[in-house]
Every structure is written in C-alpha cells, then in structure tokens.
C-alpha cells in the first residue's frame, strides 16, 4: 500500500500541508525542527493511533489550536481509501474512513500498514519493559485488529481492578468479593493476550534474526527473542524458536488464575495487580546473553532497527505491503548498515524518508525530494535534487 495524499491541519507545527505522495522512495529535507519528523509522525499515527514521540495525544495538536487532523488518501492495490482523523485530546477522537464515520476510533486499527523506524527506537533495546510491550501490542494489533479490543478491555478491567485492591487494603471483605469478579475478566483477557503475544514472538523471531545478520553481517552474533512472564507457563525469557510448543489460550488462563490466587495477599498489601500480561517483557538477546545491560550502543543500534525491519518482513510475509517510514536515520549507520537499509527501502512499496542532510540518504532514494522549511513541503525537481544541493527559496 501506499499514500498518494497526506493532509495536516493544525498537527504540531504544521498549520496546513497538502502533500501529494507516490510509490517509492520520498525523502523529506530540511534545517533541524522545520517539520520532517512531524510529517512522518502523522503517518505513524494512522497506522498505531499514538506518537512513536510521546505517549499522550496533547503535543500533537498545534499550539493554540482545539485539535488537529490527519487526512490521507491511501492506495491498496487498485482501490483507494479516504482516511480522516481528528484528534481531540481529552476528548474522543473521531476518525472516518471514506467519509463514514467509525464508531469506535480504533476500528482503524490495521487498515493503514506501517513500520516506523527513528532514533527513539533505541529504547527498544534499553528501555523499560513497558516500550517492548507497547511495540508488541502496537504490531499485534496492526496484524490482528481484533485484538484491539482484547487489549483495551485488559487495560480498563485492570484499572478497575487495581482501584478495587487499594480499597480492599483499607477494608477487607466486600472489596474482595467483587475482586473475584474482576479476576475472571482479568484472567480470560489476559489468557487471549498472553497466547497471541506468544504467537506473535514466535512469527517475528525468525525475521528479527534475518534482518540482524543482514545489517549487522552474517559473522555477527545471532539475535532471538524470548518472552519473560509473570505467568512461568508463557516463558521464562529463553528464546523462541521454530520447535518451541506455544500454550493457547485457555491453558494461559489457567496459568493466570492460579498465579492470581498465589499472589492474591501480596496484591492486597500493594494495591496493585501483580501477575498479568502488564509485567510482562520481550526479551532480545545476542548470542547467548540478553542485549539489554549487555550489548554495545551499536548493537543495540542495529538490534532496534532489525526489530524493526523484522515487522516490516512480517507484514509483508502476511501479505500487505506496509509503507516504510525511515525517520532521521541515515546519518547514524556507517556504509554497511546504511546499503542494507537502503536495500530495503527501495523494496518497498513506499519509502517515507527523513534528513536534515540530503547527502546522508543513499543516492538511490533520492529520486523524489520533498523540501521542509518555513512551515512549508516543496517538492523539488530530481535535476537540483541529484547533486545533493537544496535551494534555499522555491519559487
Ligand atoms: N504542538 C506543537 N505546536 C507547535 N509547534 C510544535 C508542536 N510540537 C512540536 N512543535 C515544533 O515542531 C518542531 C519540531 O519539528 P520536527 O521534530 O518535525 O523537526 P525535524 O524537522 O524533524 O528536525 P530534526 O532535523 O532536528 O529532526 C519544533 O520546532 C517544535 O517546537
Ligand atoms: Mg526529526
């Protein structure tokens, strides 16, 4: 699939742009905070429904404006599909798909396919569990849009759950009633999760590990994933391979119910749910040792970006061509990295590329030059674009 239009009102910086976009590779040029990555982060947003910047929807509007909108024509195969979304933080987001409007804004979810790859990935690699789990979710739901519901329901019966163990730390009894009720959402949500997390580790590996030894050379250390429970049955961490028996869901239920019984008194003092799919983490490793605390910041480097090449590989083996967004990237590879990625972004069916440096994208992106500056996208001819210089003034 690809954008043949992108529209921005009021979304950061952006008061108004009206961008017409085609297949292949597009690079996006321009000074440092002139609106590159905000162009890109709009296109995340249709894909994820969040910022791959910041966690709440706030910053994305433009400063003194209500709410901000996202408007793109999306080509796939030969239909085309008109996607509007308004973001109204603090309030419901509405978001239309060829002028309906959706009842839920995260029936989008799934419909426009996209990997996003920028320097915030790192923290994939050294984060915070919470960042994994988001970037599992994030692709579970892009594959599976069912899931989306899964995934929000687990979230609101958590919430109330752990409302309900800080009262219970006050007054016991009926507090621990209702907390029964709330175990059996908890633990039949969390089962679905867990199974389809499992499920999805297990698709990704194999092409995380391929897109490793293709930037990082075939002599590097090998990459797995493992994911690491609070439920043991879902994993202890160690790697998961072809071969390796995967729990389905009723069995992680189980798992889950009898761990939430385990816990039930610890939970109680703490006033938090303790075991779940919530504390979980994916756990990539290098060899045999765990990247996180262990790998070097190149390693680390090309780790983010072979996770990320690892969807896009995912979701092309799935059999939907997703548009590769590459933001600010170029600059940090040396040679090597850089021709592996460049190789596969000219594979794509839609490369969206970002530089404050022409000169760093490799020659053969370049075919399509989109200027940023002074709150404008200028499309450059190819002819100014190929020796890498950048007018200053379009006219
Ligand atoms: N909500 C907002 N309202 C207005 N301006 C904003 C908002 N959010 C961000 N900005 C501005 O957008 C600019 C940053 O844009 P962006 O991150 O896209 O820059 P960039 O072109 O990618 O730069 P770099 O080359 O440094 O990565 C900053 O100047 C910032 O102040
Ligand atoms: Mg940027």
């Known amino acids: 699939m690809y954008l043949r239009h992108l529209q921005l009102g009021s979304f950061r910086n952006w008061d108004r742009v009206d961008l017409a976009l085609g297949p292949g590779p597009t690079v996006f040029v321009g000074r440092n905070g002139e609106g590159k990555t905000n162009l890109v982060e709009a296109v995340g947003y249709l894909a994820t429904m969040g910022s791959h910047r910041v966690s709440a929807d706030a910053p994305l509007v433009r400063q003194g404006a209500a709410q901000a909108v996202v408007r793109a024509a999306l080509r796939r195969e030969d239909r085309e599909l008109l996607v509007e979304v308004e973001i109204n933080p603090g309030r419901a987001n509405r978001v239309r798909v060829n002028r309906a409007p959706l009842q839920r804004p995260r029936e989008l979810l799934g419909l426009v396919k996209s990997v996003l790859f920028a320097p915030e990935d790192l923290v994939l690699v050294r984060g915070d569990p919470g960042e994994r789990r988001r970037f599992l979710d994030d692709l579970l739901v892009s594959r599976t849009p069912r899931l989306a519901g899964v995934r929000s329901d687990y979230d609101r019966v958590l919430k109330q759950r752990n409302a309900l163990l800080k009262t219970a730390r006050m007054a016991r009894g009926d507090a621990l009633a209702t907390l029964d009720v709330w175990d059996g959402h908890l633990v039949d949500l969390g089962g679905q999760l867990l199974a389809a997390r499992l499920r999805l580790v297990a698709d990704l590996a194999p092409h995380v590990a391929g897109a490793y030894a293709g930037v990082a050379g075939s002599d590097a250390a090998v990459a797995a994933l493992g994911y690491a429970s609070t439920v043991p049955l879902a994993g202890d961490g160690t790697p998961i391979g072809e071969g390796t028996a995967l729990p389905g869901a009723g069995e992680l239920s189980a798992a889950l119910r009898e761990r939430v019984a385990e816990r039930r008194g610890d939970e109680v003092d703490r006033g938090m749910t303790l075991v779940g799919p919530h504390r979980d983490d994916l756990v990539i490793s290098l060899g045999s ?107």
């Open 289 to 395: 040792m765990p990247a996180k605390g262990f790998a070097s910041h190149g390693e680390s480097w090309s780790l983010a970006l072979a996770l990320k090449l690892g969807c896009f590989a995912l979701l092309r083996a799935d059999g939907d061509e997703p548009i590769l967004v590459l933001d600010d990237v170029f600059a940090t590879l040396d040679a090597e990295r850089r021709a592996a990625l460049a190789a596969v972004a000219r594979s794509a069916e839609q490369a969206l590329v970002t530089a404050a440096v022409l000169d760093d994208v490799p020659a053969e992106l370049r075919g399509t030059v989109v200027q940023v500056a002074g709150g404008q996208a200028v499309p450059l001819d190819p002819a100014t674009a190929e020796d890498g210089t950048v007018r200053e003034e379009v006219t």
